[in-house]
């Protein structure tokens, strides 16, 4: 894990976050073209990416994100140990081109599904399992500077959106519709949210709340605070996926919203915030598209506990938390003394204290007390 | 697990489903009110509920849905092994009478948490952990012969509503929105969907198509399925919320829609199903809320595998999978020539087929071709 500042080398985020699917329809087709000229040279054709790994990523502290370092890595059509994963990489690219031509988009199990078959005259699958085609779709990303979701390509949907907001989505009859005005339920996120797709047509908030754990959203709905306190809510149920990620992000680089993040008082939330905020190692390249680097967080931290006399209704720390905690301890983004004493004082009392414990105090005292007497006093978390 | 008729004693479900907050909340207040009796008279107050676990499990192959026997079981404050018990069974009655005289709900989690505290003058806390107090809701839900959903609570949300289909949330504004008319996300199903709050205003569609998966449910709408075929789409995310199960009974026996059930063709998609249609062995005796027994199966089949020359694209069945198939095998609301065939066809071949294997014809082949074959020929399992 290198820290260092980035170089400021490749397009700006703004201009590859609003890539056109034509736009990256020719890249795809200019790794096509440069293999064919290398073929009709005789060459041996190449496919270059970027080397992924925590040995090429880096902590980019100009940006507050995680990033991609210039390491690449090649592989080649007559190298017997290429060859598969080779055809493979030709397989997806040219599939993906199809799907940003025809206007299909597809989940990276139907991509597996769809290419998966016997080579003609032997026993040989193109795919042997997803994790062969999820491997190809991430080397193609960083081949051609881009997320999968420009590829027209999507992970399973999770998460929901509740409050002052208008949507429209151009590539459903332009439907335009209000979050606030959606019951109780709100809006279900979709697994892609492209700018060019899903356009933010109004906003009327002060800022974002994320919330790791549906109850308690539904807890803040039926408290009306979103309203009361003219925010919009967004829950991730546990880790956000990357639909729920790229709106949260777009909410705060877009439409410059304040982002505070309200998960369980546990090194698992306190992850799931890092992720949102600075972004993840396994997808540090695509941080320009995903990470909020001006998020904040609002809790819980072990502190509350003695603040608001939770002792009651803390839990002890499980095995895997003992150990996360003292991987964070270690990251770059954590590197500074409010989040060191939070993982130390973790490790020292080995507890954890979850969001809905706040209920013990009453259902109330979450909407009416503790967020906004953090926000009043911006008792934040960096 | 016993097979027979059920004895029509209870109330119907129509009025059941139907009652009221305070009626509910009388209920719970004639508890309290046969303890005080007992108390003034120097009697030993005594909490009476039905007997849960198989043993008290019937097949009601009238209603074609789980149901609960008569034998129940009393609780005594007198008796030490009961008294701790019986404590926590009328704080919990006491505070979802409260929840209900003040028009809150709270999650599962949150009660738990609001009535955790040390007993003063002891050691002794009120709840151990969350077992204890959910395993309290079950017994007063049965108590009462009620869900918890009528006490006003409920466990997390999942699932997702599209399709034209207008609903109102009393409780929120009177919103008014339809499910057509949300993008492609759609409406996030809240966890809690009672008809004295959420009313279903109107729906244009001839049947009710359920989805076990999310990217499925994605697919579906990009091919604009719903539209094309007048059909609600419901995806459940695996095993289906209470929310979503008591969402797709609504429709089912409320608004007299078809329903159709597509999960992947493995014993844990066929559980699914099963569970949506008859209910479940845990829930027996909320079948009249939950289960939507005129569902039908249209999919995955072992059978598909064949008709659409699917077997480059199956999966090896797992351990699991083997032994819920055997249990399944058993279940009196499995015998039936199809499922029995089926059920015998996995246990032989074990295979399995995802729903997103149909890719492997072409991403629209789900849509134009496989549905609408089955719907048309009615090449559905019972």
Not at 84 to 90: E, G, L, N
Not at 142 to 166: F, M, Q
Not at 196 to 210: C, R, S
Not at 291 to 308: C, F, N, R
Request: glycine share 6%.
């Amino acid at each position: 894990m290198v820290k260092k500042k980035a170089q400021p080398k490749k397009p700006k985020a703004k201009s590859k976050e609003q890539e056109t699917p034509k736009q990256v329809a020719k890249k795809l087709e200019g790794i096509g073209q440069e293999m064919v000229k290398d073929i009709t040279k005789l060459k041996d054709p190449e496919f270059r990416t970027q080397l992924r790994g925590r040995s090429n990523v880096m902590f980019d502290e100009k940006k507050g994100t995680l990033a991609l370092g210039d390491k690449t890595t090649t592989r080649n059509f007559l190298n017997i140990g290429h060859a598969r994963k080779f055809m493979q990489t030709t397989m997806v690219a040219a599939k993906t081109r199809d799907y940003l031509n025809h206007n299909k988009t597809a989940s990276i199990r139907e991509i597996y599904y769809e290419l998966k078959h016997t080579v003609p005259n032997s026993k040989e699958n193109t795919f042997d399992g997803q994790t062969e085609s999820d491997s190809v779709i991430v080397d193609l990303e960083h081949s051609v500077d881009t997320i999968r979701e420009k590829l027209n390509l999507h992970a399973n949907p999770k998460g929901t959106l509740y409050g002052d907001i208008t949507l429209k989505d151009k590539m459903h009859n332009n439907d335009k519709f209000n979050c606030l005005k959606l019951g109780r339920g709100g809006w279900s996120v979709m697994s892609r949210l492209e700018p060019e797709e899903i356009e933010i047509v109004k906003v009327n908030a002060k800022y974002v709340l994320v919330i790791e754990t549906e109850a308690m959203y539904e807890r803040l709905v039926e408290e009306q605070f979103a309203r009361k306190n003219k925010c919009i809510l967004v829950s991730t149920g546990g880790q956000a996926a990357r639909g729920t990620r790229r709106l949260i992000h777009r909410l705060n680089q877009q439409e410059k919203l304040p982002v505070l993040v309200f998960t369980d008082g546990d090194p698992y939330g306190w992850y799931i915030y890092s992720v949102i905020k600075q972004g993840s190692m396994a997808l540090a390249a695509h941080s320009d598209y995903l990470a909020s680097p001006e998020a904040k967080y609002i809790g819980m931290t072990l502190d509350d506990v003695e603040t608001y006399e939770l002792q009651n209704v803390t839990e002890k720390m499980k095995d895997g938390d003992i150990k996360r905690a003292k991987e964070m301890l270690e990251y770059p983004w954590f590197q500074n003394k409010e989040w060191q004493r939070q993982l130390k004082k973790a490790l020292k009392e080995k507890i954890r204290i979850e969001q809905q414990a706040l209920a013990n105090k009453s259902l109330e005292f979450v909407a009416k007390e503790y967020l906004p007497r953090k926000i009043k006093d911006e008792d934040f978390l960096p």
